[in-house]
């Protein structure tokens, strides 16, 4: 079955470094999402992209966050300079198309860590 | 911003027994609700979902009720297994994005 992958598992880095997360979406999927978790916490939306341009974002998604469609296959959050508050667990997700009741499916996830 | 709630953190439950999570949201501008199990350090799983058309959806164990006047949703599991043990989230969509509650810890002990 086919499913989201996500690269690395975990990263740590230097507050104030450049974090490149990287997702593989299922391929025949058109709509790209990262949401993250802050641990504790619920699940949050970030991102959403299609076409190659971000539909929608929320507050978190500041001029600090950027995504990414590389190539046909990749799909990438970057985060500029990292902050102590930006730990967290990352997530991708994917659909065949957006809202209309489609399905999201999510990738295993990529935990954060900014010391 | 509290627009899905889940007001129970955990629920512990009898293998064999019926296991009832449950959800509030406030938006009726929702339309597709989703149910999502998660584990610890993993992403996601998604579970079963309805449409604010419908009042119930069933997929083998899994059975969703909507009460769109309630704004309420339920999970029902049955039978309860100890692989159910895991983290269960409701979520709310009405644009592209989903909205997710906090989660309720479920414990299927034997």
């Known amino acids: 079955e086919p499913e989201v992958t996500q690269t690395p598992s975990h990263q740590v880095t230097q507050m104030g470094q450049e974090v490149i997360l990287r997702c593989v979406p299922i391929?025949?999927?058109?709509?790209f999402y990262w949401y993250r978790q802050i641990l504790g916490q619920k699940v949050e939306f970030l991102v959403s992209?299609?076409?190659?341009?971000?539909?929608?974002k929320s507050e978190i998604f500041d001029d600090q966050f950027s995504v990414e469609r590389p190539d046909g296959s990749n799909f990438t959050l970057k985060i500029r300079s990292t902050k102590l508050e930006d730990s967290a667990m990352y997530f991708c997700?994917?659909?065949?198309?957006?809202?209309?009741?489609?399905?999201?499916?999510f990738g295993p996830g990529t935990r954060l860590l900014v010391l | 911003d509290q627009q899905v709630k889940q007001n129970s953190p955990s629920l512990s439950v009898q293998e064999g027994r019926i296991s009832i999570l449950n959800c509030d949201y406030t938006?009726?501008?929702?339309?597709?609700f989703l149910w999502y199990k998660k584990y610890p350090a993993e992403g996601p799983t998604f579970l079963i979902s309805?449409?604010?058309?419908?009042d119930k959806n069933e997929d083998g164990r899994f059975t969703v009720f909507l009460n769109k006047s309630a704004k309420h949703l339920s999970l029902h599991i049955v039978p309860s297994q100890p692989g159910d043990s895991a983290v269960y989230f409701c979520?709310?969509?009405?644009?592209?994005?989903?909205?997710f509650g906090t989660g309720t810890r479920l414990q299927v002990f034997p």
């Open positions: 997700a994917s659909s065949r198309r957006t809202g209309d009741q489609e399905t999201q499916y």
């Open positions: 391929s025949n999927h058109l709509y």
């Open positions: 992209f299609y076409n190659n341009e971000i539909s929608e």
């Open positions: 938006n009726s501008m929702f339309d597709y």
């Open positions: 309805i449409s604010s058309i419908k």
């Open positions: 979520a709310a969509s009405g644009t592209d994005k989903l909205i």
